[in-house]
Nanobody, 125 residues
């Protein structure tokens, strides 16, 4: 599956932004859709994920309470809603999909099969 991420931009601290990730085909119910981010000079880190069926969602500690993930079945699209943004949220955000990910591996980037191109989010303080 091919993924196309969009929605990044410049936002002030405390603001909100919604990222989108459109898949080229309908993910299976078992597919996990994830969001990762990578700041300059840092490793790629897990942000949040959900199983397409809706049977499970996972969040990093930094995302919990501020970020949410959702999907639109009709558009084969998953969203990352980011609220109360902080300067440390500045990064390139990537969406990813994995068809054979078990729950204990959803936070592991290597478990995902497909990646979008990344979209830059810059939070100004």
């Amino acid at each position: 599956v091919q993924l196309q991420a969009s929605g990044g931009g410049l936002v002030q601290a405390g603001g909100s932004l919604r990222l989108s990730c459109a898949a080229s085909e309908r993910p299976t119910s078992r597919t996990v859709m994830g969001w990762f981010r990578q700041a300059p000079g840092e490793e790629r880190e897990f942000v949040t994920a959900m199983r397409w069926s809706g049977s499970g969602t996972w969040h990093s500690d930094s995302a919990r309470g501020r970020f949410s993930i959702s999907r639109d079945n009709a558009k084969n699209t998953v969203y990352l809603q980011m609220n109360s943004l902080k300067s440390e949220d500045t990064a390139v955000y990537f969406c990813a999909a994995g068809g054979r990910i078990i729950n204990t591996s959803v936070r592991v980037a290597a478990a995902y099969d497909s990646w979008g191109q990344g979209t830059l989010v810059t939070v100004s303080s």
